[in-house]
């Protein structure tokens, strides 16, 4: 069964095909985070929502024409990677651009699921090609908790707030007194690179402004810890620990942190409360009463009957919120 999605975007089709494309641009209206080499034969590889990553090739690129994949979901037996074809054309119109969507080889119950989900994302397209601006995306919540799929929501919303912050921010006090918006970046990727260590993987240096670096780094951790898995054991600087806790490091990273990005630079920060009481019930695995030293946590603030799961994880950090 056949999925066929149109809508209009008010941005010619060079301007539109750029946002079909660029990592930079996909992660504002389809992306939590992704790579794709935009030429026929290339590869990519898109993060859409906590637990759903598609795969797969890229079959036909033509600028401002035509965009073409073998499509398919990491993991899925039912619609492996390469399972089905998607096309995307692009036709001016007085007004801007028609952006058409055909997906082809589906079941019929994967053609309803798909058929939602890029409605969905079109008229995010349309929302960002207008305004500037997409909004949080409802598909990047948690929906089943696990350590990685919170990483990879938590990880969504730190980016959100890496975004608005821009790139010129970087001498802004944050709540880590120790801490510039520069240097609590190096230490945010630097425990990526730890964390990924742990699970067999070394991560490359990047360029670019701090949403694209955390977007790379953050990606490819969690990558890694997809392909290893959390059973068994890593070893890490305090010694042998659980994979499990180790992985839940990044759901704590990215969500603290995006809190501190935010605060430092005057932003708002909004957290639902399955993802921050999942992300506090990690922390408090992590976070011993032994390192609550004064340079890795600070005591436990206290919270008030009203406090968001956001707050009371941010109070456990030692933090004032």
């Known amino acids: 069964m056949d999925v066929d999605v149109s809508v209009p975007v008010p941005v010619d089709v060079d301007e539109a095909y750029a946002w079909l494309t660029e990592p930079a641009r996909l992660r504002r209206w389809q992306l ?30 033509e600028p401002g024409r035509r965009l073409a994949f073998a499509w398919g979901w990491e993991g899925d037996g039912e619609a492996p990677p390469g399972s089905s074809t998607m096309d995307i054309t692009l036709e001016p119109t007085a007004e801007g651009a028609t952006v058409r969507l055909v997906h082809q080889g589906l ?12 409605q969905h994302f079109l008229q995010r397209l349309r929302v960002v090609t207008t305004e500037g601006d997409a909004g949080p995306d409802e598909f990047s919540r948690l929906g089943e908790p696990d350590p990685l799929a919170a990483a990879e929501a938590s990880l969504a919303i730190c980016l959100r707030v890496l975004r608005k912050m821009g790139a010129d921010r970087g001498n802004a006090q944050t709540p880590c007194k120790k801490f510039t918006v520069d240097d609590l970046l190096d230490h945010l990727l630097g425990t990526l690179t730890t964390v990924a260590a742990m699970a067999g993987q070394q991560l490359e240096t990047t360029a670019g402004s701090p949403e694209e670096r955390v977007a790379h780094a953050g990606l490819r951790a969690i990558e890694a810890w997809r392909a290893r898995g959390l059973d068994g054991t890593v070893v890490s600087r305090v010694g042998e620990i659980p994979a499990d806790l180790a992985s839940s490091i990044l759901s704590v990273e990215f969500l603290v942190h995006a ?42 603030v206290p919270t008030g009957p009203g406090a968001s799961t956001l707050d009371r994880l941010i109070a456990f950090t030692g933090r004032v919120a």
Do not use: M, N
Request: proline residues 4%; glycine residues 14%.
């Open 259 to 300: 809190w501190d990005f935010a605060t430092a630079t005057g932003l708002d920060v909004t957290v639902d409360d399955k993802l921050g009481a999942y992300v506090l019930e990690l922390a408090g695995r992590l976070i011993t009463p032994q390192v609550r030293d004064g340079e890795q946590f600070a005591a436990e």
């Open 32 to 61: 939590i985070a992704g790579r794709t080499d935009p030429r026929a034969g290339g590869g990519f590889r898109w993060l859409i929502a906590p637990g759903h990553t598609a795969v797969g090739t890229i079959t036909a690129a």
């Open 107 to 118: 079941s019929d119950e994967q053609a309803k699921g798909h058929r939602e989900g890029w």
